[in-house]
T-cell receptor, first 114, second 118 residues
């Protein structure tokens, strides 16, 4: 069984500040981990994913995430927030590396203040 | 990435009526499609998985007679919410992948459909 917990349903940062969105998972098999972004009234867009290999994964729009097995975490970060980053972010886990049959976390709404 | 189009983006229907949502893969053959549901302030939950030409596999707790899924072609899957009730109001979103069932090809999401039942 797999599950995902995102700490903080809402995160607010100032423009230019560090973005940190937390994600912890549990999985009975080696996990494949994903971050998706959802803009208002739009579908999900893949930001990045971890399958195997390097534990620090770089994605689109300057985001990156680090897989830490010992902490069962996959936190999403961005050094400097931009207004356009305001959106809902979902962490997800799958038993395969293509993002099929995902188990999602509860989502974190990121707000960026000018 | 590949393009998945979902229609309509928004629909309002009366209680007791049925609503059909379409999910199309525009530039690839979608051998498998996934349907998710997102209730307000909650995360997405997988409802069912459908392989082209086969019956859909529903997740536990999802009524297959209420949420009819048809995946008759390699580019189109439909979700029909039958006899809709206000509690069915939700955001429904599909994702689609190509390749053979055992292959781990990436799935791409549609834009989603916000259903409101009044």
């Amino acid at each position: 069984a797999q599950s995902v917990t995102q700490l903080g349903s809402h995160v607010s940062v100032s423009e230019g500040a560090l973005v940190l969105l937390r994600c912890n998972y549990s999985s009975s098999v080696p996990p494949y981990l994903f971050w998706y972004v959802q803009y208002p009234n739009q579908g999900l867009q893949l930001l990045l994913k971890y399958t195997t290999g390097a534990t620090l994964v770089k994605g689109i729009n300057g985001f990156e995430a680090e897989f830490k097995k010992s902490e069962t975490s996959f936190h999403l970060t961005k050094p400097s927030a931009h207004m356009s980053d305001a959106a809902e972010y979902f962490c997800a886990v799958s038993f395969n590396n293509a993002g099929n049959m995902l188990t999602f976390g509860g989502g974190t709404r990121l707000m960026v203040k000018p | 990435g590949a393009v998945v189009s979902q229609h309509p983006s928004r629909v309002i229907c009366k209680s007791g009526t049925s609503v059909k949502i379409e999910c199309r893969s525009l530039d690839f053959q979608a051998t498998t499609m996934f349907w998710y549901r997102q209730f307000p302030k909650q995360s997405l939950m997988l409802m069912a998985t459908s392989n082209e030409g086969s019956k859909a596999t529903y997740e536990q707790g999802v009524e297959k007679d209420k949420f009819l899924i048809n995946h008759a072609s390699l580019t189109l899957s439909t979700l029909t919410v039958t006899s809709a009730h206000p509690e069915d109001s939700s955001f429904y979103i599909c994702s689609a992948r190509g390749g053979r069932a055992h292959m781990n090809t990436e799935a791409f999401f549609g834009q989603g459909t916000r259903l409101t039942v009044v």
